[in-house]
């Protein structure tokens, strides 16, 4: 008995020291970019096909005209927060390749999500004193920066809102809409259902401000499979 009790030691030692690692698996985390993500889609959803007609009565909306589908969804300030600097989140973690002004948005941020070839754009967004520059590591949930004061050139002269798209492959490419389906199926990914999937409440009140995680159980027959070895043992 006594020759076995070292042996069994440095195994019991070791068991504990490496199935944690078995226990959880950290999956990759995700966020919402906005909270309340799924209320504040009123106008234009992914794919909503924008012709003249949409723009009728909605004049001071839209002071600019873009046609075609829809090439993301546009979360709409709610009632009360027009003057309110609404905190932008990374949806995934990975690296900011672009920031700046383009036509059409005002400000812009580009990020290549980790593990995919996806670039996640952020439109009409602050870029002023921006701390995340080109280059810089973001985590899901990290804030970026805050919408950009609606009518203004932080908006490119549009609404308060935020122009969230996920983008094929890691490029800078910044059409807001597509001539025709075929065009939007082979340059952007639908981001309600690519959250819809990585995130737990396909409905949520409000986003969460630290990423969620997933985890994978350890199976349960790992300890009894142990429990009846040092069994055997005794």
């Known amino acids: 008995m006594g020759k076995r009790i070292v042996p069994?030691?440095?195994?019991?030692?070791?068991?504990?020291?490496?199935?944690?690692?078995?226990?959880?698996?950290?999956?990759?985390?995700?966020?919402?970019?906005?909270?309340?993500?799924?209320?504040?889609?009123?106008?234009?959803?992914?794919?909503?096909?924008?012709?003249?007609?949409?723009?009728?009565d909605r004049e001071r909306l839209?002071?600019?005209?873009?046609?075609?589908?829809?090439?993301?969804v546009d979360l709409e300030v709610l009632p009360g927060e027009d003057e309110m600097a609404l905190p932008v989140y990374a949806v995934g973690?990975?690296?900011?390749?672009?920031?700046?002004?383009?036509?059409?948005?005002?400000?812009?941020?580009l990020q290549y999500l980790d593990d995919s070839k996806i670039t996640a754009l952020y439109g009409h967004v602050k870029i002023a004193g921006l701390k995340p520059r080109s280059g810089t590591r973001v985590t899901a949930g990290e804030k970026l920066t805050v919408l950009g004061r609606g009518y203004s050139p932080e908006t490119g002269g549009e609404r308060p809102h935020l122009h969230f798209a996920l983008a094929t492959g890691h490029r800078h490419y910044f059409a807001g809409h597509e001539k025709d389906l075929a065009s939007l199926n082979a340059n952007w990914l639908d981001p309600n259902n690519f959250l819809a999937y990585r995130l737990p409440s396909p409905i949520p009140t409000s986003s969460p401000l630290a990423p969620v995680t997933e985890t994978v159980a350890a199976l349960p027959s790992l300890w009894f499979r142990f429990l009846a070895w040092l069994n055997r043992l005794f």
């Open 8 to 56: 069994v030691a440095v195994l019991i030692f070791l068991f504990f020291l490496f199935i944690p690692g078995f226990t959880a698996r950290a999956a990759p985390s995700w966020a919402y970019p906005l909270e309340n993500y799924w209320q504040r889609q009123t106008l234009k959803p992914f794919a909503k096909l924008v012709d003249p007609d949409f723009y009728i």
């Open 62 to 72: 839209f002071p600019n005209r873009f046609y075609g589908y829809h090439a993301g």
């Open 93 to 109: 973690s990975g690296v900011v390749d672009f920031v700046g002004p383009v036509s059409g948005y005002g400000g812009v941020i």
